[in-house]
């Protein structure tokens, strides 16, 4: 893969609202076929493409066999076809989010539990925010609010302390 094929990809995902459902799947699937075999971009790409257009049955596999391959070529050299680190992070937390919608809410917290454990970058209050909805459709509000109350309060200005202390109570 290369940084031209990324950036049309981008450029096909900023058009999205263009398409009509199963004509941007399509389009996802014609760029994707230009990747090499067992690209875990290309599973990834297609993944999100199910996912955004109502097939997120059929996405949860192809995010399990992007994270797969990402995994099974770390220490092999093969990183062109693996996902970096935002893209395997992005496919955890997109997986996740299908698991939950899908009924799978324990496992959905188990991914973004350990994603929340294990790395920091700009997408950690994306992993708190799905980590809050999953908790939501387990029952496990107070917990969903706390972890949001607290990822709220790292961005203020004021009122830091006093809010995670409350935060940390429920």
Known sequence: ??????????????????FEPEAFVEAMRQLVA?????????????AGAYDSTGGTD???PLYREALSRTAEVAGSGER?????ASQRRQATIQLASSLRALGHVDES?????????????????????????ALVHAGREREAAALTLTALAAHLPRYRRSLTAYATEL
Not at 1 to 18: G, V
Not at 80 to 84: C, K, P, R, S, V
């Open 58 to 60: 059929r996405a949860v």
């Open 34 to 46: 230009e990747l090499p075999a067992g690209s875990a971009v290309g599973a990834f790409e297609l």
């Open 109 to 133: 917290i188990e991914l973004l539990s350990a994603e929340r454990a294990a790395a920091s970058d700009e997408l950690d209050d994306a992993v708190t925010g799905f980590l809050a909805l």
């Open 80 to 84: 062109a076809t693996a996902l970096d």
């Open 1 to 18: 893969m290369d940084d031209d094929w990324q950036a049309r990809a981008d450029a096909l995902w900023e058009r999205f609202d263009e």
